[in-house]
């Protein structure tokens, strides 16, 4: 008996040692446990690994221990919430059996075997604020376009940043985040430099036996998508917040439209790590740049990308498989805050079309003027950008003044017309000054040091007739097609916006604007401006009207 005995509390203590050794002390606890999520509207609809728990400001529900659960959290009229849970607190049980095991598997304690996530349990309250109000467009604000989110970088590892960083409770994630990057790019700066003063030394040391390393260089393209899939969900936003001119169809307000697009430089994944229990989970932040611009493209300012997305489940390949959401959401918060900012207010704050505010300026008549379409040739010019585009010109002095589309003469930076030169008949390129411009009538002046021998005469008088027979003079598509004159009708004047629009049924391409529009008699009756562009729509054209432009850019003989 007493073999037996002693036997059996050896089979005892044996078992104990396994059973903890084994990581399976646990089986007898409970494998889920309940939660309650709250949040403050009555409309949220919860979801917990892409399954709906419910709907109200009080949700409650069963998960499993000892993982980590992603929480999606929709409210109309709001940007998502996206939260995880974590399995991150020791169970009651755990810590009494822990206890009980130190005497007896200390091998096994400090191998980690007693860390099993299934004595780990959740917090059961979570609270969540709803926020990421979504802004709607009030009445005096402009309309806005989205025109591309660019991913722009030297390469795709260029692109991509990781930075690991360890979970703290009870603290500001995102401030958490943006102190430990920055701790680590102080520490990559301190061993570069450690690195370059110990290859110093060495260099010194070993004087003319020194050698210095060779590295493989493998080149890398520059990796650019000038336009990605995340745009649409914005384009969406715009639309619901009534930020799109949904009633023009042909003519937008251009004055009162701001056209927005983003560069993204750096897109930086956030692993974030808790001790031995706790799964990992994960967030994303951007680095780069909303620009707003006018309908000429000049950059009217810009603003930080700096939100953070929210958080995912980092665990099974998850990550990977739901970046784009990240990625999305990130800039969906971006967005968002771009709207609400008070200086992006102030720039979409409605405007008034104002007169040209300089003084009068008077120009010599001109002295030999255009009779017919043959004599425009020698009045009209290519305008050449210096970014290789062109527009087209014309003489309306013969002493060198000349007249185009602003537009044709913009470049990205505010109020700074790009430096162009204009080509002659003959091909002799000169220097251009631009003399004024009105960007609310898409008109610019330019002088260059020219003896035209023909000129169009500027007329203030409206001899504009519906369906009169007109033609244009330009360079069509391309500079090699300069003084292409192309003949049309002049449909009818239309309003739109406060201004007057010459309606053409003619043929207008990329390089007519800025031309002239007159008759066979060569009389001046406007400017080419834009063209209708659709799916099976040609040759409808738009143009300003001749008799305005003396009052728009403050212009007399």
């Given at each position: 008996m007493k073999l037996q005995k002693g036997t059996f509390f050896s089979t005892i203590i044996l078992l104990i040692v396994l059973l903890y050794s084994s990581s399976c002390a646990l089986i007898f606890a409970p494998k889920k446990?309940?939660?309650?999520?709250?949040?403050?509207?009555?409309?949220?609809?919860?979801?917990?690994?892409?399954?709906?728990?419910?709907?109200?400001?009080?949700?409650?529900?069963?998960?499993?221990?000892?993982?980590?659960?992603?929480v999606i959290i929709q409210t109309p009229g709001y940007l998502n919430e996206r939260k995880v849970i974590l399995s991150d607190k020791p169970g009651i049980l755990y810590h009494f059996f822990f206890l009980l095991d130190i005497p007896l598997a200390?091998?096994?304690?400090?191998?980690?075997?007693?860390?099993?996530p299934m004595g780990f349990r959740a917090s059961v309250n979570h609270h969540y604020e709803i926020n990421g109000y979504l802004s709607s467009r009030e009445e005096d604000q402009k309309f806005i376009r989205l025109s591309n989110i660019e991913f722009d970088a030297k390469s795709k590892q260029d692109l991509?940043?990781?930075?690991?960083?360890?979970y703290k409770k009870n603290t500001d994630l995102n401030q958490l985040l943006v102190e430990t990057e920055e701790d680590q790019e102080e520490a990559r700066k301190e061993q570069e430099e450690k690195d370059a003063l110990r290859e110093a030394k060495k260099k010194?040391?070993?004087?003319?036996?020194?050698?210095?390393?060779?590295?493989?260089?493998?080149?890398?393209?520059?990796?650019?998508v000038k336009d990605s899939k995340f745009s649409t969900e914005i384009a969406e936003f715009l639309r619901k917040g009534g930020y799109n001119d949904t009633v023009s169809r042909v003519f937008y307000d251009e004055l009162n439209t701001v056209y927005l697009s983003a560069k993204i430089k750096q897109i930086k994944y956030y692993r974030l790590y808790g001790n031995r229990s706790s799964r990992n989970f994960c967030k994303v932040g951007l680095d780069g740049y909303w620009y707003a611009k006018n309908t000429f493209n000049e950059i009217i300012d810009s603003f930080p990308i700096k939100d953070f997305s929210g958080e995912q489940n980092y665990a099974y390949g998850k990550f990977h498989n739901g970046l784009d959401n990240l990625i999305q959401e990130c800039l969906n918060k971006s967005f968002n805050s771009l709207l609400d900012e008070y200086k992006f207010k102030q720039l979409i704050k409605k405007e008034e079309i104002k007169a040209y505010q300089g003084a009068n300026l008077k120009?010599?008549?001109p002295n030999n003027v255009v009779r017919?379409?043959?004599?425009?040739?020698?009045?009209?010019?290519?305008?050449?950008?210096?970014?290789?585009?062109?527009g087209s010109g014309f003489a309306i002095s013969n002493d060198g003044y000349i007249l185009t589309n602003f537009h044709v003469i913009a470049s990205t930076q505010l109020d700074t017309p790009d430096k162009v030169s204009v080509l002659l008949q003959d091909s002799t390129e000169l220097k251009a000054k631009v003399v004024r411009y009105s960007k609310a009538h898409d008109l610019a002046l330019l002088k260059?040091?020219?003896?035209?021998?023909?000129?169009?005469?500027?007329?203030?008088?409206?001899?504009?007739?519906?369906?009169?027979?007109?033609?244009?003079?330009?360079?069509?598509?391309?500079?090699?097609?300069?003084?292409?004159?192309?003949?049309?009708?002049?449909?009818?004047?239309?309003?739109?916006?406060?201004l007057k629009v010459l309606q053409l049924?003619?043929?207008?391409?990329?390089?007519?604007?800025?031309?002239?529009?007159?008759?066979?008699?060569?009389?001046?009756?406007?400017?080419?401006?834009?063209?209708?562009?659709?799916?099976?729509?040609?040759g409808v054209a738009f143009g300003i009207p001749g008799f305005e432009i003396s009052k728009y850019l403050k212009i007399t003989y």
């Open positions: 446990q309940k939660f309650k999520i709250t949040t403050d509207n009555s409309e949220s609809v919860v979801y917990v690994d892409n399954v709906k728990l419910g709907k109200g400001k009080s949700v409650t529900g069963k998960v499993a221990k000892g993982s980590v659960y992603d200390y091998p096994a304690l400090i191998s980690g075997a007693f860390y099993d991509h940043k990781e930075i690991y960083c360890k010194k040391r070993l004087g003319k036996r020194y050698k210095e390393k060779e590295y493989l260089e493998e080149k890398e393209d520059e990796f650019n120009i010599k008549h017919n379409t043959a004599e425009s040739i020698e009045a009209s010019v290519i305008i050449k950008r210096t970014d290789k585009g062109h260059v040091e020219h003896e035209f021998p023909k000129s169009f005469e500027l007329n203030q008088q409206n001899n504009i007739e519906n369906m009169m027979n007109v033609f244009t003079v330009g360079a069509p598509e391309s500079m090699d097609l300069g003084q292409t004159v192309t003949p049309g009708n002049l449909a009818r004047i239309r309003e739109a916006h406060g049924s003619m043929s207008v391409n990329k390089g007519n604007s800025g031309g002239p529009i007159f008759d066979e008699k060569g009389r001046l009756h406007g400017v080419v401006q834009s063209k209708l562009v659709g799916f099976s729509t040609e």
